[in-house]
């Protein structure tokens, strides 16, 4: 029977670590940025989905059709995101709690909100998320991984827009839109 290695265990890089020629430090500062990055993605997953699933109001099909579609472009970055920690060597996500111990993206479990209000957030929480990228960008682009501060340009652009799509649709409902 083999031995199960936790986390922390000095073994973790010679059972999981991916050749490459990255430093280790490289290794373990992008894992780290990309596990951040992949519990905020997970959390604006939810909560899209969360108000896809409980939009009402006039706009209805519209909204819950947009929220539909964000959901799944911003799932479909969970397992690349992922992916690239391992292909360096490194670990990432392995449950629920990490993700909430690491996520950024605040939830949101109130019993009803307003669409607009639902709209508000999400355009603040892509705003937010298209930062965080920037930054996981930064630390890749310090050790030389270009290949995910490729992917992270890619997904940025696509955060980027679904920030606009959700400014667009929240225009005038407040006034002054910053």
């Not at 073994?11 to 373990?28: K, N």
């Not at 989905?49 to 799932?75: A, C, P, T, V």
């Not at 995101?81 to 392995?94: N, S």
């Amino acid at each position: 029977m083999s031995k199960v290695k936790s986390p922390g265990d000095t073994h973790t890089r010679e059972y999981l670590g991916t050749p490459t020629d990255l430093s280790a430090q490289a290794t373990q500062d992008i894992a780290a940025a990309l596990s951040g990055l992949l519990a905020d993605v997970f959390a604006l997953y939810m909560k899209t989905k969360n108000f896809h699933w409980h939009m009402s109001g006039h706009h209805f099909r519209d909204y819950h059709l947009l929220l539909d579609e964000h959901g799944n472009q911003i799932f479909a970055m969970t397992d690349p995101i992922a992916e690239r920690a391992r292909k360096i060597g490194g670990t990432t996500l392995r449950s629920i709690g990490q993700i909430a111990k690491q996520q950024r993206i605040l939830d949101n479990d109130a019993a009803y909100v307003e669409p607009q209000d639902m709209l508000a957030e999400l355009r603040d929480d892509n705003k937010q998320l298209t930062s965080i990228m920037r930054q996981v960008h930064n630390v890749c682009e310090k050790h030389g991984d270009v290949a995910t501060t490729s992917l992270l340009e890619v997904w940025i652009d696509e955060t980027e827009r679904r920030t606009w799509f959700l400014f667009e649709a929240t225009r005038g409902m407040f006034g002054r839109n910053e």
